[in-house]
T-cell receptor, first 117, second 114 residues
């Protein structure tokens, strides 16, 4: 079975400092991995995705994530936080061979990012 | 309209009311989904439709009834809901192919049950 663990429920950074949101996954096969962002009262927007190509994935708004198979991690980073980055971030795994079928995505519980001026 | 749209954006209803949520996708995708997002709980998948056939129903109470008349439209019919059903209901769509399922989400309907 597949699972996702977001290691921090809340992260607080100062504007202009680096962001690190941690995600570990469990999957029986080489999965697809995603990071989504949700601003208050909005839907989920795709930030970036890993699909077994390059292990360092660049996304929108300066975010990137590195797939590390040996560590089963897919941490999200950004060199310099902006006030507009304050939102909730979800790490998501898609593994069609997990028994859940091609349709099932497994979501982490989310990490709320606060950015201090 | 582009992407995935949902109406209404906000809905307040009593426990005896009947209402419907609407979702429309303009992406030509072959699968559509309903999710429930409650405070302090992970996103819960409720229903999946692929090519207008329901392929997933994750033990959702019968007071929630989905309908998918065509590949672009998805409805969630609501009847005799409970206050604990208050949540953000998100619709998503994707073009599912072997080994890959990137989902595109709508803005959600914020539902309050009194």
């Amino acid at each position: 079975a597949q699972s996702v663990t977001q290691l921090d429920s809340h992260v607080s950074v100062s504007e202009g400092t680096p962001v690190l949101l941690r995600c570990n996954y469990s999957s029986s096969y080489s999965p697809s991995l995603f990071w989504y962002v949700q601003h208050p009262n909005k839907g989920l927007q795709l930030l970036l995705k890993y699909t077994s190509a390059a292990t360092l994935v660049k996304g929108i708004n300066g975010f990137e994530a590195e797939f590390k198979k040996s560590e089963t991690s897919f941490h999200l980073t950004k060199p310099s936080a902006h006030m507009s980055d304050a939102a909730e971030y979800f790490c998501v795994v898609s593994d069609p061979y997990s028994g859940a079928g091609s349709y099932q995505l497994t979501f982490g519980k989310g990490t709320k990012l606060s950015v201090i001026p | 309209e582009t992407g995935v749209t949902q109406t209404p954006r906000h809905l307040v209803m009593g426990m005896t009311n009947k209402k419907s949520l609407k979702c429309e996708q303009h992406l030509g995708h072959n699968a559509m989904y309903w999710y429930k997002q409650s405070a302090k709980k992970p996103l819960e998948l409720m229903f999946v439709y692929s090519l207008e056939e329901r392929v997933e129903n994750n033990s959702v109470p019968s007071r929630f009834s989905p309908e998918c008349p065509n590949s672009s439209h998805l409805f969630l019919h609501l009847h005799t809901l409970q206050p604990e059903d208050s949540a953000l209901y998100l619709c998503a769509s994707s073009q599912v192919r072997q080994g890959y399922n990137e989902q595109f989400f709508g803005p959600g309907t914020r539902l309050t049950v009194l």
